[in-house]
């Protein structure tokens, strides 16, 4: 009975059990869109009411944005804008310091923040020219994907310091120590550069990660520093790899060996000894003349064999494997250089890929 009664409400509770978990699976998946959603209306809601000169009920929504108490999420650049926004609201209800207190956050945190003529008044205008004096930061603009020729095109870059301040901006290559500088003199605001996608010494760029690290220093003595990093990609045809050079067991030996001139003596002696015994094994047979023929062989031949000594050892190079090790080494050199020529051709269709990686540092 007990067994039944379990069997029936198992399928029952399993059921139940999977629609309460589905149900909460959905609710937490568009939480955090929602929560970013939130922030979003709650900043375009403020933006109106500013607009509107409703400057009272715009700043309660935007301390709501930016409170630690606030359930949703805010990102980067949605804390800027806020910050903005209290900045010039308090700006207009005059309250000019606290005003650039507004203004120096969001200028630390995004130091390319700006405020539109046409949509700011002079007051407002006025109070964030001050925050920017009284806040020294730099910052680059993340690159932006792009495919250049390194031989005629340059990648575009944008660095900003928020007041007059000198100001040195470099690449720097993961894993070395100094950089390839393109900006060091001083400077204020926006400032456009560009790099070749080329090192120090005039070779392009090698694939691998990269930075473009800004720094500055002003006459206060104030400093800062920011950073972004890229991906750089070679993209050009498949390269064909050189032959390696001739081995030993490739090549003759250039050189007789100690034992050649023994050898040579030994054929001369072995030459001798069969001229000798010509002569004494056929005696029988051999005329009278015979015999001073088969010494002169013999002395022929051990005349040779020392000869062929001496000169071995006068002469150690064997010029005839040296004129075929220079015919092999001719032919490969020519090898080689036929595939010099096709890289230099594939390179020559080289192109640079940079991809951003990252978000400023």
């Not at 939130?38 to 900043?43: H, Y």
């Not at 010494?201 to 206060?220: F, Q, S, T």
């Not at 498949?238 to 050898?263: C, I």
Request: with cysteine; charged share 25%.
């Amino acid at each position: 009975m007990s067994s039944r009664t379990f069997t029936a409400r198992w399928p029952r509770l399993t059921l139940v059990t999977c629609i309460a978990l589905a149900a909460v699976a959905i609710s937490a998946s568009p939480r955090r869109a929602s929560a970013q959603g939130s922030t979003s209306e709650s900043l375009a809601q403020a933006t109106k009411l500013y607009e509107d000169l409703q400057v009272e009920r715009a700043l309660v929504l935007l301390r709501q944005v930016i409170s630690s108490s606030s359930p949703f999420e805010v990102s980067r650049e949605q804390r800027v804008q806020a910050y903005t926004y209290i900045g010039a609201s308090l700006a207009i209800l005059g309250m000019r310091d606290s005003s650039i207190a507004y203004f120096r956050a969001a200028l630390e945190r995004d130091p390319f923040t700006d405020l539109d003529p046409s949509r700011f008044t002079e007051r407002e205008r006025s109070a964030f020219g001050e925050a920017r004096l009284r806040t020294l930061a730099v910052a680059a603009r993340p690159l932006l994907p792009r495919r250049i020729d390194p031989r005629t095109d340059a990648i575009p870059m944008v660095i900003v310091s928020t007041h007059t301040a000198a100001v040195h901006a470099e690449i720097v290559a993961a894993g070395d120590t100094s950089g390839v500088p393109v900006f060091d003199r001083e400077s204020e605001g926006v400032r456009e550069l560009s790099w070749n996608a080329r090192l120090a010494d005039g070779r392009i760029a090698p694939a691998g990660r990269y930075w473009l690290v800004v720094r500055a220093r002003d006459n206060e003595g104030l400093t800062d520093s920011s950073s972004v990093a890229f991906e750089v990609v070679h993209d050009l045809p498949a390269l064909e790899d050189s032959l390696p050079p001739l081995t030993e067991t490739e090549l003759q030996a250039e050189r007789w060996p100690r034992s050649s001139a023994y050898l040579q003596l030994g054929k001369g002696v072995a030459f001798a000894a069969a001229g000798l015994a010509i002569s004494t094994l056929g005696n029988s047979k051999l005329d009278r003349g015979g015999h001073p023929l088969s010494r002169g062989i013999a002395i022929a031949g051990i005349t040779a064999g020392v000869a062929g000594a001496i000169d071995r050892r006068r002469h150690p190079v064997n010029d005839a494997a040296v004129a075929a090790n220079d015919r092999r080494r001719a032919a490969l050199a020519a090898r080689n250089a036929e595939i010099a020529s096709r890289n230099a051709a594939r390179l020559a269709l080289l192109r640079i890929v940079i991809i951003p990686s990252g978000t400023p540092e």
